[in-house]
């Protein structure tokens, strides 16, 4: 049974970065995807970016690009989004996800598992 728990996620003052984990157990990660997506109150879940864990490609919406980078640890089967340069319009849930087939998108439906998310809350 795979397992994802977010953690580091915080308040913090605009201009300010937070580093978010991802703790994945019940699988050892090789050719997954993993992403992280974020939900603000009211609006629809958007995608933050993904990595192939399989040679770490990469991939941001314009959104972010720039601010945000996904990198892993493969030994402790972990993915860390690093968060700069926030905006109050960064505040969400920030979600990880995991597609054991590899294939995952920027399509939430592209991922079967899930973490509950962590609080991400970015004051002006």
């Known amino acids: 049974q795979v397992q994802l728990v977010e953690s580091g996620g915080g308040l913090v003052q605009a201009g300010g970065s937070l580093r978010l984990s991802c703790a994945a157990s019940?699988?050892?990660?090789?050719?997954?995807?993993m992403a992280w997506f974020r939900q603000g109150p009211g609006k629809e879940r958007e995608f933050v970016g993904m990595?192939?864990?399989?040679?770490?490609?990469?991939q941001y919406p314009d959104s972010v690009k720039g601010r945000f980078t996904i990198s892993r640890d493969n030994a402790k089967n972990t993915l860390y989004l690093q968060m700069n340069s926030l905006e109050p319009e960064d505040t969400a849930v920030y979600f990880c996800?995991?597609?054991?087939?590899?294939?995952?998108?920027?399509?939430?439906?592209?991922?079967?598992?899930w973490g509950r998310g962590t609080q991400v809350t970015v004051s002006a």
């Open positions: 996800a995991l597609d054991s087939r590899g294939r995952g998108g920027w399509d939430p439906r592209d991922y079967g598992f």
């Open positions: 019940g699988r050892t990660l090789s050719y997954d995807t």
């Open positions: 990595i192939r864990w399989s040679g770490g490609r990469t």
